[in-house]
């Protein structure tokens, strides 16, 4: 065509065509912004490890929070003792020239340590509401990475900010989760993260380069896998124990938790009293229980929450929720009111002996969640107790197995399974005091866990921890011999007491609960066997197998026969 001079060409189309591309890409942009806006992603916190901070003053002084509910000193009870500990650290951020004009400096760091539910984090909390400084926020599970080298960076980062807003206030929740010790008992094969994330914050506290007006509260409920470095002093200069609450601790935290809450109490409401029936409750466990009775006025449409409405929420807390549709039938109700009515007269027994002990207040036969198809409930006695008595201890080992002893009784020695749990806690309670409190006189006053560790320290290299099966073997027979004798007393008091336990039983069978002065009632005639007399005092420690002693009417009018075993 060009040879031939054609003219040839095409139209051409590219006009408008800049205008169009741009309002395609424009599109584009558009879409990916709105689904970026609806992604919750955070790029600003991504770096930081999730680290939160609340910042309770700025420049003018005013306090501002990002939450409403702030919660303060007024707010913690019961834990008076590691409330002053940490009062006096918020005390010396607010004014330091009381201190420093006396040469004192502020702890590097204050370990919080408790049972779960004590109050640790809440006290935490009461230190960011107090203090008008930064508080920063975070969980030590956030330091551990997959990344060799991130936690520790983290932790560089969350200390860089501490000192650059100083004095501030840093709180490290769970720290066991990243200071467990180096020394590999607690850790079955070695991490590098975790390590070099430990080693981090040991320098950030007590290093070449810290900060005096940075002061870093830990909590832990294991400050037994902590390593030794972490707890030195230097690093965290006080240890604060956040123990359970005494009958008073637990009496102030009800009243703050009814005045938070605003509850309407009738006047039948004492909460001394429900506080002397809730010992070795915690905080969080005080908590729940105002909130279960709560829960159940509501569930009755009641106006305000009685007496009975915080009875029942204990009942709850202890033994479980009663269940509505689940009944006992035929056999099987006969022989769980036997073995409830076996607890009651052994346990009404053993207090006829040992004044000043819980009376039993309750029968119930109606089935519980977790399995319970039975309930004997003995209230705790009116004033704490931090000691227990041998003869108390075995006075608790004979009621335990009362229950046992009612069904073989009754049923002609066909028992069933329903002791279990009695079983399970009596055998703790021996062991405990065979190889543990060394109440028992053939063994001696020995701690069988610290003999086979070796020593209380950490080395582990005595040779007596190597091989204790003999003593092992000891103790198991001494706490078998304890528990058949216990069993054996419990069979002397049930036979001592038929009336009460069969017409009891008949009427715990028919009613399904039994109660208060009814009762007692019943019980006022149960009478104490020599045989737990014995018991209880001790008089049958030495257990000495005697020969030709296979049944009980051949045993001598000076021993007693162990069930199962001969005589004793």
């Known amino acids: ?75 913690v009870a019961g834990v008076d003792e590691a409330k002053e500990e940490l009062e006096e650290i918020v005390e010396f951020l607010r004014n330091p020239e009381r201190y ?6 502020p702890p590097r760091g204050v370990l919080l340590v408790g049972l779960p539910g004590t109050g640790k ?109 972490l707890r030195r002093p230097g ?52 908590a729940n229980l105002v909130n279960e009775a709560a829960l159940l006025a509501g569930r009755s449409n009641k106006q305000i929450v009685e007496r009975v409405d915080f009875i029942s929420a204990v009942e709850r807390s202890i033994a479980g929720i009663e269940k509505k549709h689940v009944k006992l039938k035929g056999n099987e109700k006969a022989v769980v009111a036997r073995h409830e009515v076996g607890h009651a007269v052994v346990g009404t027994a053993v207090a006829n002996l040992l004044p000043g002990q819980p009376r039993v207040e309750k029968l119930s036969i109606l089935p519980r969640s977790g399995g319970a198809l039975g309930f004997t409930y003995t209230p705790p006695t009116t004033e704490d107790r931090y000691l227990l008595f041998v003869d108390e201890l075995r006075g608790r080992l004979v009621t335990l197995l009362g229950g046992r002893a009612a069904e073989e009784i009754v049923l002609a020695g066909r028992v069933s399974t329903g002791a279990l749990d009695d079983i399970r806690r009596a055998t703790d309670m021996a062991y405990k005091a065979v190889a543990e409190y060394g109440l028992n006189q053939r063994i001696g006053p020995i701690s069988l866990a610290t003999l086979s560790n070796g ?23 001494e706490v078998k011999a304890l528990l058949q004798s216990a069993l054996e007393v419990a069979l002397s008091v049930v036979r001592a007491n038929p009336g009460v336990l069969e017409g009891l039983g008949a009427y715990l069978e028919e009613n399904e609960k039994v109660e208060g002065e009814e009762l007692q009632e019943w019980l006022k005639s149960v009478v104490a066997p020599e045989e737990l007399a014995s018991f209880i005092t001790g008089k049958q420690e030495h257990v000495l197998q005697l020969e030709g002693c296979s049944e009980k009417s051949t045993c001598p009018s000076d021993a007693v026969y162990i069930y199962g075993g001969g005589c004793a």
Not at 100 to 105: E, M, Q, T
Not at 247 to 272: Q, T, Y
């Open 235 to 286: 690093r965290f200069d006080r240890v604060v124990m956040v123990e359970a609450p005494d009958k008073f601790g637990r009496e102030s935290i009800l009243k703050v938790h009814v005045n938070r809450k605003e509850l309407p109490l009738g006047k039948d409401v004492d909460l001394s009293g429900i506080a002397a029936m809730t010992t070795g409750f915690t905080g969080a466990d005080l």
């Open 1 to 75: 065509m060009v040879e031939n001079s054609v003219e040839f060409g095409s139209p051409d189309r590219r006009s408008g065509g800049i205008l169009n591309s741009a309002l395609v890409a424009l599109i584009y942009v558009v879409l990916i912004a709105v689904v970026l806006q609806r992604l919750p992603i955070n790029f600003s916190q991504q770096s930081t490890g999730q680290l939160r901070s609340r910042k309770n003053s700025n420049s003018s002084g005013e306090k501002v929070s990002e939450s409403a509910d702030i919660v303060t000193f007024a707010d």
């Open 455 to 477: 020593g209380l320290d950490d080395s582990g290299g005595s040779p007596f921890g190597r091989d204790q099966g003999h003593l092992v073997d000891l103790v198991q027979g």
């Open 121 to 229: 984090t809440l006290l935490a909390k009461a230190v960011a509401g107090e203090a008008e400084v930064p508080f920063i926020s975070c969980s030590a599970s956030e330091f551990v990475e997959l990344y060799v080298g991130m936690g520790a960076a983290r932790v560089r980062e969350l200390f860089a900010r501490a000192k650059k807003e100083s004095p501030s206030i840093i709180f490290i929740d769970e720290i066991d989760a990243v200071a467990k010790s180096r020394d590999g008992r607690y850790r079955i094969v070695s991490n590098d993260e975790r390590e070099q994330t430990l080693n981090q914050l040991l320098t950030e506290m007590d290093g070449f380069d810290t900060n005096s007006a940075v002061i870093v509260l830990g909590a832990t409920n294991r400050a037994d896998v902590l390593d030794p470095a």
């Open 100 to 105: 420093v004009r006396l040469g004192a400096r």
